[in-house]
Structures are given as structure tokens and as C-alpha cells.
């Protein structure tokens, strides 16, 4: 039987095993470093890597790397071995504080946004004391910041540090004003549901698609698919079970907090969420767990899918992003208590979000834009495209009823009992909302529009710096105020009125809602390639700057990367698209119908009625033309587009044409898949991938 808590975090160089090993002094340095920000004495650094370096060995490590997160969206490493000639023809292990703390990996080969050069190829990797290192695949595993030659930010941690950093000093300039003298230091943290699919990995291997672009381009749907609402927290097949035991098991070691785990609402989908914990560490424990989710699967001959929308007309996957602040002595900010109509402290924090949502509304949705989220968002299964803040009745009520300057008379929770052998509870004093994209859940907000493969440090930097900016405004009232118990009931009260059109509790997905929210005046940038040009409006590039997040042309490069990477996997599906039609799809059909073409020639032969197999030719035939003609259109679309100057208007064409000319050939093939007979359908159906496991 296993032994969770002897298993968590043994391959983690942890607290636990900083304060057995390093020397105490060496030790507290390096905790003053991590809690409070301060650099760390190089003089120590030696100590602490060979200790690191003492204990990776221990536990079967014979290299090392400083693990990165590139702006691919993924993480990067390079191996370098412990080994050290000793000049006797052996060899010691060795790792030294310089090794330790600094590293080049080669920058021109990830992508810069024209920051870098190709032929430019120095950059800089430091590591990040707060994020624990860890060990992967025989090797020890260190964190770091991925800087460019000349400073500029080539990762996605750097800028999160960054956020962390502006809003834990605007947050406690604002605790000091009203009087809290203890806080030194506030931190966001966040707890990142993860969803995916399980697929058998034999059939996964016959579909190009899924192998190149993680998504189905072709399918019809199966006469069952969620329809019944029979999959979601039902019961977990052995074969799934089995896979979430090893995951949870391998997740322990790195100490990845996995809670819970469930069948979510498509058929072959599923859900893993963890415990929250500070931004910085849910992100990099993010990044390792869709990478172990994936090595997992393969040893279950299975293979899971992080594609924001594998299959058409099934529920595409996310990743809940549920967001909170808290002080250093464990205090939530977001948190009501029982009385949140005179709990003050609470109340301008959660004004301040508001505020913080409704200026940057903009922020936060290209921050979840991509080719992939785009299936999703307002397809009535995920969050709109447009942003909104569902608050729930109680503290709506509060808000308005300070803006009417009247006690509020909200009812609490009501006492529940079901039958009378099952114990009372109290009920929540308002709803959930599973259709807003920030809903307020009790002491935290969940982003929910983020896809499921989406490193979450940048929804996150968005969040953290757009809510600093406010509590900066927040903390120069304050601190020049004379009474400050006034001062903050103001500000609660204005910027509610100010901003309330951001708050809507009601259901996100009606005709009704978009209406609504164009006469508020709120953004419905439906698509990538309209939400990513809003990065550098010059309200962001003002923020940003202020708070030494970017700089205008780190902001910029973060644009074009983004805008190249839609126009990249566009081009890449559309190429599978003509490859799978063209070699596969229309020759199995063509083949199909010679067969039907025999049947008619043999039955007209002998004088037996052939209508049937005239009028089944003749749909097929129509449809294998229209198929051709579409590929042809997709393959000189794709031709055309590549062609145009400028990534904003090449995005927008990539969308506008090619993605059209896709949808084309996909309802032909697909109705086609409807006509011809299973044997001879030349890739595994919808009904094969999603029900097989």
C-alpha cells in the first residue's frame, strides 16, 4: 500500500530537505531570499549546489539543467552531466554555484518577436530560488528566468515575477494605509484545474490529424455522444483509473498538490485540479504536470489530448484558473467572512479587481486567445469571447445597496436538510455561475476562459499588474488621506459605479447577454486575430511600463509571436487537411465507388434493379467533387495567404480565408464518412476514438 505522505515531494529539493542538509546559515539566506526577495550572497551559492548536487546523485540524477519556459508555451531544458575530469584519467561530480545560478543556453533558436536576430544567439538563464528545484528524468531540474544578451525577456516566468512582485507592494502599500503595520509581503496564488481526453494510442497513430495538430480536422459525429450527461463525475473505467493512480503517484514525487480527479462532461474527457499555491509555483507545477500527464499516458498505451477542442460537437477542454491574493501571515484578501457587508478591507480589494477587469478587459482576453481556444470560447460550452464579472447576489447587493446609501437587507444561507437522517447544513448565500468567465467562487475568482494547453503565467501577469495598477491609484488615495475609514467607503462606492457594467450574473451564453453587453460597451473579440492587436494599446503599454513588467518592444515581440504562431498552426492544419483529403480520405471514396459502379454493371447484366446503388453512386460521386474542388480551394487559399505582408492582416486571412476553405472540405468529407462503409473509411471514426478506453 503506498504511503502518500512519505511519497510527496521525494524528488523535490524542498524546505524539508534544505533545512536537514545546507548549513543553518547557509539555510536562512536562502529562505530571507525566497520569502522576501533579496538576492542571495554568491559566496553561497557554492554550498548550496553542492549540497543540491549531493542529494540529486542520492537519488539517481547524473546531469543537470536550468528548466526554462520559452515563449513557446512549453519548457525548455539542456542536459549537462555532473562529470568533471579529475586529470588521472577519472572523473569527479561536480556542480559549482556558478553553474548553479547562471547558464547560456543558445536564445536564437526560440522564438524573440524580432528581438533577436538569428545569427544573434547569446542568452541568459537564472534561477528562481522561489520555485523548488526538482528532479526529471535522471536529472536535477533547476528553475530559472530566460533573459536575452542585451536584458530583454525571452520566457513567460520572468514577466509573472515581475506581476508578483508590483502587486504584493502596491497590495501592502495599501494594508498600511489602513492601518495593518505587519504585512510585509502579499502573494497571488492560484489553482489551475487541468482538463484533457484519454485516447487509445493505436488508434491516436492512424490519424494524422490528432499526430500533427492535436485536434480531429475531419469526423462525424456518433450517434451518442454527451447528449445523455451519462460521462460527467460518472463512474472512472478500470482502464482510466489505473492511469489517474500512476499520474497522481508521479505528480506526489514532484510535489504537484493533484486533489481531485473526475470524469468530465464529454465522453473520454476527464478533469485533474490541484490545491492552490503561489503563481510562480502553480505554473512551473502546471507546465510539469501536462508534461507528465502526456509520459503517463504512454504507458498506458493510451495518449492524452490537450487540444482546447479535439472533436467537433463534444465539449472542448480548459484549465480553470482560480485567482486569489493572500498576505504573508496566511490572511485571504478575497475572503468575505461572515459579515462582508461591513468588511471593508474586503470590499475595496474585490472594487479593485472589478476595476481592474473592466479597464483591461482587453488583457485579459488575448491572454487566452489562440488557434485552438477559439473553438471554444462562446460555443456554448466555455465562456463568451466577451468578459464579464459574475458576483452573485449577496455581494451585488452589497455593492448597490453602499451605492444607494441604504443597509443592506440580503438574506444569509438557509438551513438544508434533505431527509430527516441526514445531517442540516447551511447553504451558500448565492449561486454558481458556470457560464462567466471570472466568476467570484467564495474567497477567489476563476478565470474560466483559459485553454487547456495554455501556460497560465500570462493570464496571470495580466491579472496580477491590472489589479497592482488599481491599488496603486487605491494607495495614493489613501496614504493622503485623512481619514482613511471614509476614504476607502469611497472608493468603494465610486469605483462600483464606475464599473459595474463588467458585472453580469446572468447566463453568459444567451443571444440576450451580447446585446446587453454591446450597449455596456464591452469588448466581443471573437477571434485570435481580433484580440491580439489590443496588446499594444497605448493604455497596456502605459501600465506595463509603469510597473516594470515590459517594455513597449517586449510587448510588441509578445504580439508578433503570438500572431505568427495562429498563422502556423492554421497553415499546419490546413496542410494536413489537403494531405489527409488527398491521399486518404478521397482515394478510400473513389475505391468505394468502383465497387458501387461493379454492383450497378452486375445487376443491370442480369436484369435486376440497380436503384439503389445508382442513387448511393451518384451522392458519393457529388460529394467526392465537391471535396476535390474544396481541397483545391484550401490548397491555393493556404498559397495565397502566406503571401500577404503583415502579421495582423496575414492572421485575419488565415481566419477569413483559410479557415473557411476548411470548413468547406470538412462538411463534404464528413458527410462522405456518413455514406461509405466502416471497412472502408480509411481513418478511425469518432465513435472508435472517443468510446474505445
Given amino acids: 500500500m503506498t504511503n502518500v505522505p512519505e511519497m510527496f515531494g521525494t524528488l523535490v529539493f524542498n524546505d524539508k530537505v534544505m533545512q536537514q542538509r545546507l548549513p543553518k546559515e547557509t539555510y536562512t539566506a536562502l529562505k530571507a531570499t525566497i520569502n522576501s526577495g533579496t538576492a542571495l550572497d554568491p559566496s553561497l551559492a557554492n554550498t548550496v549546489a553542492t549540497v543540491m548536487k549531493d542529494w540529486a546523485i542520492e537519488h539517481g540524477a547524473t546531469h543537470y539543467t536550468h528548466w526554462f519556459q520559452p515563449m513557446t508555451g512549453i519548457t525548455a531544458e539542456k542536459h549537462d552531466s555532473f562529470i568533471c575530469p579529475s586529470g588521472d584519467g577519472t572523473i569527479i561530480m561536480n556542480f559549482s554555484g556558478k553553474e548553479l545560478i547562471h547558464g547560456e543556453p543558445d536564445a536564437s533558436s526560440f522564438p524573440s518577436g524580432g528581438l533577436r536576430s538569428t545569427f544573434e544567439a547569446r542568452g541568459y538563464t537564472a534561477w528562481d530560488p522561489s520555485s523548488y528545484a526538482f528532479i526529471k528524468d535522471g536529472a536535477l531540474c533547476i528553475p530559472t528566468a530566460f533573459i536575452s544578451y542585451s536584458g530583454q525577456v525571452l520566457d513567460k516566468k520572468t514577466p509573472l515575477l515581475r506581476s508578483m512582485r508590483a502587486i504584493s507592494e502596491q497590495a501592502v502599500r495599501v494594508l498600511r494605509a489602513m492601518g495593518d503595520e505587519n504585512v510585509n509581503r502579499v502573494t497571488a496564488t492560484v489553482g489551475p484545474e487541468q482538463e484533457y481526453f484519454l485516447i487509445d494510442k493505436e488508434l491516436w497513430k492512424k490519424r494524422k490529424d490528432l499526430i500533427f495538430t492535436g485536434r480531429t480536422l475531419f469526423g462525424a459525429r456518433p450517434p451518442k455522444g454527451q447528449e445523455l450527461e451519462d460521462h460527467y463525475f460518472g463512474n472512472i473505467r478500470p482502464r482510466v483509473i489505473a492511469y489517474m493512480d500512476d499520474l497522481d503517484r508521479e505528480l506526489w514525487k514532484l510535489g504537484i498538490l493533484a486533489k481531485t480527479r473526475h470524469n468530465e462532461v464529454a465522453p473520454a474527457q476527464h478533469e485533474l485540479a490541484p490545491i492552490f499555491t503561489s503563481v510562480n509555483v502553480a505554473t512551473d507545477h502546471n507546465q510539469l504536470t501536462m508534461e507528465v500527464m502526456k509520459k503517463v499516458a504512454d504507458r498506458h498505451n493510451l495518449v492524452c489530448l490537450l487540444h482546447e477542442k479535439p472533436f467537433a460537437g463534444v465539449n472542448g477542454s480548459g484549465k480553470h484558473n482560480n485567482w486569489s491574493i493572500s498576505t504573508d501571515d496566511g490572511d485571504n484578501l478575497l475572503n468575505p467572512g461572515k459579515t462582508p457587508e461591513s468588511n471593508y478591507r474586503f470590499l475595496l480589494f474585490l472594487t479593485a479587481v472589478i476595476k481592474a477587469v473592466d479597464l483591461h478587459q482587453d488583457l485579459l482576453r488575448l491572454s487566452v486567445a489562440s488557434a485552438g481556444n477559439d473553438h471554444r470560447l462562446g460555443a456554448n460550452e466555455a465562456p463568451p469571447a466577451i468578459i464579464s464579472i459574475f458576483l452573485g447576489g449577496e455581494l451585488t447587493g452589497i455593492l448597490e445597496s453602499m451605492s444607494a446609501g441604504t443597509a443592506y437587507q440580503g438574506k444569509k444561507g438557509n438551513k438544508m436538510q434533505v431527509v430527516e437522517s441526514i445531517p442540516e447544513f447551511m447553504s451558500d448565500t448565492t449561486d454558481r455561475n458556470r457560464t462567466s468567465p471570472f466568476a467570484f467562487t467564495g474567497n477567489k475568482f476563476e478565470f474560466r476562459s483559459l485553454g487547456s494547453t495554455f501556460n497560465i503565467a500570462c493570464p496571470n501577469v495580466m491579472l496580477n499588474t491590472a489589479v497592482a495598477d488599481v491599488l496603486a491609484e487605491y494607495a495614493d488615495v489613501l496614504e493622503s488621506s485623512k481619514d482613511v475609514n471614509k476614504a476607502v467607503k469611497k472608493l468603494i462606492v465610486d469605483t462600483y459605479a464606475a464599473h459595474k457594467r463588467i458585472v ?38 502605459a501600465m506595463f511600463a509603469r510597473h516594470k513588467i515590459y517594455t513597449a518592444e517586449e510587448i510588441k515581440a509578445r504580439k508578433d509571436i503570438l500572431l505568427e504562431n495562429y498563422c502556423k498552426v492554421i497553415n499546419i492544419e490546413a496542410l494536413t487537411m489537403t494531405d489527409m483529403a488527398s491521399k486518404q480520405i478521397i482515394p478510400a471514396c473513389l475505391d468505394y465507388t468502383k465497387s458501387l459502379a461493379e454492383a450497378v454493371h452486375t445487376k443491370s447484366e442480369i436484369g435486376v434493379n440497380a436503384e439503389t446503388e445508382k442513387s448511393l453512386l451518384g451522392r458519393i460521386d457529388a460529394l467526392i467533387n465537391s471535396a476535390y474542388a474544396a481541397n483545391g480551394n484550401l490548397c491555393e487559399a493556404t498559397v495565397k495567404v502566406k503571401s500577404i505582408e503583415g502579421l495582423e492582416k496575414q492572421a485575419l486571412a488565415y481566419y477569413n480565408v483559410v479557415f473557411a476553405a476548411m470548413r468547406e472540405l470538412r462538411a463534404a468529407c464528413d458527410e462522405l464518412e456518413m455514406l461509405v462503409p466502416e471497412n472502408a473509411w480509411p481513418i478511425p471514426s469518432y465513435a472508435d476514438l472517443l468510446f474505445s478506453v
Fill in 504 to 541: 453580469f450574473n446572468g447566463n453568459n451564453y444567451s443571444e440576450e447577454w451580447v446585446k446587453e453587453a454591446e450597449k455596456r460597451g464591452l469588448l466581443n473579440l471573437k477571434t485570435t486575430p481580433e484580440a491580439l492587436p489590443y496588446y499594444t494599446r497605448e493604455e497596456n503599454l
